[in-house]
């Protein structure tokens, strides 16, 4: 178990390091980093400073080095807008981005987890057929544009829901109907094929043979081990979902990390779309290693397996 | 398991016997709606010039925000309506179709293309070329793709050309994966073996042998990231770091109809979406019947 943690956080790590690099070679490789990384009319002595600062006179590895401490030290640079460091201005927005996403996972969960056990219990009948056009429609169509119809339709029309903004419970439900629609399709197929997968085990035909009721053998046998590989799907999107919204948020001005990279854009601050990418890679690497972890610690078989 | 097996052996024993590849496409659940929107679209993107009088980028300022002309205030002129600058929806929708086909078949052959390529040699070479490819992979499946588009636009700037290379940067690398994996177990079968034992070089071995072999996977995932690579390329450019204004692009005109939502001119919201949905749900249905098709593999994915 120790040698399979071992090697699951050396991975990590070579991810991390790949990952820094990709990010470190296509600053320097499609032009001068110095512009990039400079204010917008900034003047030639800051140009030149930023030059020396960064060491682009010198080796690239050295300049590698120079970029890996500093993120080690979780020096992401100064925010040009903002005037503050990075890595403030994400660790300030980071919670507004998990209420975001846990509003969706639970929405998402809450319509995705039903439907897709109706579906396989109804397999091949019309529920099941309904649920596949669900699935279809919500893998289909933009996050944003159904934030803009939304819109459209509860604050410019009916005049129910704020159409902007955040500070309420009421701001909260279209950007998480938005953003988790398409999850809650994702969520949807896979309960459906995991429930198919243990309707056809063994212990739940024990169970029918026993004479349990279909409603007990569903609700208890099958449900809770289908559960399962929903359950670390949604783990996983959790930390996805912060990382996708940023359309979702533009749409509706949340202010959480997808507002944050799109004001990055918007005001051509460099240094704050780059530590989002950065710190999104992260988050995402840091997850598959909880998740291989946690797999290997409920199911044994893993550890020997790779 | 089984059943995917037995389905493979029988489309194998299906090509040893000449049964052709058509009649099998032929048989049921054929997506004709599918289909026919897709051509229609591609009509419409080809002849754009031919099917609307209007200039996609070009518009009348005293025309600003006329609604559709079944809707009291519109025009016959203007089917659809105009937007903020008073240019025709129905022209910029058209014209849309263009960019967004240009984009999307683009980016997913130059990423389909390279993706492709690197699974080959990945999976076929093995040892350390397996091991950079694969790490590399890894790292930027990791990226989240979104972020990591915005990221590179950022660095590029805006611009077709920058869109397609930026898709394809991101989308190779689910190629990558999936054809690498199908290689592994190929190259242990019958007549790759017997290919190596008749002496061919490892370079004709993976042009002749193990190429033609991938390539229904690689179509199959072909078609269903085109519609993936469309939503992105939408999205990229409803936030203004995709195509540039005034070039008419789907997500662009959703992020101009944000100018006229608070006012409920709902045409320019609407039927752009209408129009991206229409075309990545036919490129999922078509994808999704090409994989029952010509790849049982690829089913649970």
Same mark, same amino acid.
């Given at each position: 178990m120790k040698r399979f943690i071992a090697k699951r956080l050396g991975y990590a790590c070579v991810s991390l390091a790949l990952l820094s690099l990709t990010i470190f070679l296509f600053v320097r490789l499609t032009g001068d980093p110095a512009i990039l990384l400079v204010e917008p009319g900034a003047s030639k002595a800051d140009l030149e400073q930023i030059r020396t600062q960064l060491g682009l006179d010198r080796p690239i590895w050295v300049q590698y080095g120079t970029f890996v401490s500093s993120l080690v030290r979780g020096d992401f640079g100064q925010s040009?807008?903002?005037?503050?460091?990075v890595l403030e201005l994400y660790l300030s927005r980071l919670p507004n981005s998990l209420l975001l996403a846990g509003a969706a996972m639970t929405f998402s969960l809450l319509i995705g987890i039903p439907t897709g056990i109706i579906a396989a219990v109804r397999v091949n009948q019309w529920w099941d057929s309904a649920g596949k056009i669900f699935a279809l429609l919500g893998l289909s169509l933009p996050s944003f544009w159904v934030g803009l119809v939304m819109i459209l339709f509860f604050s410019v029309y009916l005049g129910w829901l704020p159409s902007s903004g955040s500070g309420t419970a009421l701001h909260l439900v279209m950007p998480a109907f938005a953003l988790g629609w398409y999850f809650a399709a994702a969520h949807m197929r896979l309960t459906r094929s995991s429930m198919l997968e243990v309707l056809g085990s063994e212990y739940v035909k024990l169970a029918r043979i026993k004479g349990l009721p279909e409603a007990l053998v569903i609700g208890k046998h099958a449900f809770k081990n289908a559960l399962i590989p929903v359950l670390t799907l949604a783990g996983i999107n959790l930390v996805i979902m912060v990382n996708v919204a940023v359309v979702v948020e533009t749409v509706f001005a949340w202010p959480g990390i997808g507002r944050l990279l799109f004001e990055g854009i918007s005001f051509r601050d460099f240094p704050v779309v780059q530590a989002t990418v950065l710190l999104g890679g992260t988050m995402i690497v840091f997850v598959n290693l909880l998740v291989d972890v946690l797999y290997a610690v409920i199911d044994p078989r893993i550890r020997y397996d790779r | 398991m089984s059943t995917t097996e037995a389905e493979l052996q029988g489309s194998r024993a299906g090509e040893l016997t000449g049964t052709s590849r058509i009649g099998a496409l032929r048989a049921s659940g054929f997506p004709y709606i599918a289909i026919s929107i897709l051509v229609v679209l591609a009509l419409v993107a080809i002849f754009a010039n031919v099917v609307?009088?209007?200039? $996609?980028?070009v518009g009348n *300022? &005293?025309?600003?925000?006329k609604p559709p002309a079944w809707q009291t205030g519109g025009r016959i002129e203007n089917l659809l309506g105009t937007d903020h600058l008073g240019r025709d929806v129905l022209a910029r929708l058209i014209f849309g179709a263009r960019v967004s086909m240009m984009v999307g078949i683009t980016a997913v052959l130059v990423a389909g293309v390279l993706g492709t390529t690197l699974g080959i040699l990945s999976g076929y070479l093995g040892g350390w070329v397996d091991q950079v490819i694969m790490r590399v992979t890894d790292t930027w499946l990791a990226l989240p793709a979104l972020t990591f588009a915005i990221f590179l636009a950022a660095i590029r700037g805006p611009g077709v050309w920058n869109i397609v290379i930026i898709l394809a940067a991101i989308y190779w690398t689910r190629y990558a994966r999936v054809i690498r994996g199908e290689v592994l177990s190929l190259k242990e079968r019958d007549f790759v073996r017997l290919a190596i034992v008749a002496g061919c070089s490892k370079r004709t071995i993976m042009r002749k042998h193990i190429l033609p072999n991938v390539l229904n996977s690689a179509i199959v995932l072909g078609t269903l990231m085109l519609g993936v690579v469309i939503v992105t390329e939408a999205a990229l450019s409803f936030l203004g &770091?995709? &195509?540039? $204004? $005034? *070039?008419?692009a789907w997500g662009l005109m959703l992020a101009d109809g944000k100018k006229g939502l608070m006012a409920g001119y709902w045409w320019l919201t609407v039927l752009p979406g209408v129009c991206i949905m229409l075309m990545v749900l036919s490129a999922n249905l078509l994808g999704d019947w090409l994989r029952v098709k010509l790849d049982p593999q690829l089913r649970a994915l």
């Open positions: 040009f807008y903002y005037r503050t460091p | 609307t009088p209007f200039d $996609p980028e *300022l &005293v025309d600003r925000f &770091v995709g &195509v540039p $204004p $005034p *070039l008419p």
